[in-house]
T-cell receptor, first 112, second 111 residues
């Protein structure tokens, strides 16, 4: 089944404790992206990657890191999480030069 | 001011009603316009997209774009309880397929 998977689905952590949210897609898509979704603000892009070893900042990159060492994987790293990073996070992928993005199921992160 | 405005709702209508969901935008350079549907505890999925002004129909769904008014709409005919979801509009900003999103409208179809 073609899909985007994220892990973990739910995470509660404390301020300052480094964490990684994994994202993997099995559709051989070039483009991958991370979003956060907050009430009233919609989806905001954190980082995106056009292909392996090519990443760029989205609209809200502060406090996040990403890497793209393999085409299928695009982990999101929070080096020192803070409470304002409490949010619902989505990973998405798509083929190049299309608009249809395929989203993962989401990761609900709470930072206390 | 947000670049894309969308009423968060919730919008509650009886089954069978015609639903109208809307977004306004401020940047006349926006081009491709998309509607995504997001069920509770799921990621968004693409419903429809359109480029030009006018209407595009797909089954019970019609997407309408009015570039002169910077206004897009999604109409749902014969609404069903399974249409209950949050509907997000999105549009292309720039030439690199990056999207800017509305906040989403929560739609509830009552049986």
């Amino acid at each position: 089944e073609a899909q985007v998977t994220q892990n973990p689905r739910y995470l509660i952590t404390v301020t300052g404790k480094k964490l990684t949210v994994t994202c993997s897609q099995n559709m051989n898509h070039e483009y991958m992206s991370w979003y956060r979704q907050d009430p009233g603000l919609g989806l905001r892009q954190i980082y995106y990657s056009m292909n392996v070893e090519v990443t760029d900042k989205g609209d809200v990159p502060e406090g996040y890191k990403v890497s793209r060492k393999e085409k299928r994987n695009f982990p999101l790293i929070l080096e020192s999480p803070s409470p304002n990073q409490t949010s619902l996070y989505f990973c998405a992928s798509r083929p190049s030069e299309t608009y249809e993005q395929y989203f993962g199921p989401g990761t609900r992160l709470t930072v206390t | 001011q947000k670049e894309v405005e969308q009423d968060p709702g919730p919008l509650s209508v009886p089954e069978g009603a015609i639903v109208s969901l809307n977004c306004t935008y401020s940047n006349s350079a926006f081009q491709y316009f998309m509607w995504y549907r997001q069920y509770s505890r799921k990621g968004p999925e693409l419903l429809m997209y359109t480029y030009s002004s006018g209407n595009k129909e797909d089954g019970r769904f019609t997407a309408q774009v009015d570039k002169s008014s910077k206004y897009i709409s999604l109409f749902i005919r014969d609404s069903q309880p399974s249409d209950s979801a949050t509907y997000l509009c999105a549009m292309r900003r720039g030439s690199n397929y990056q999207l800017i999103w509305g906040a989403g409208t929560k739609l509830i179809i009552k049986p």
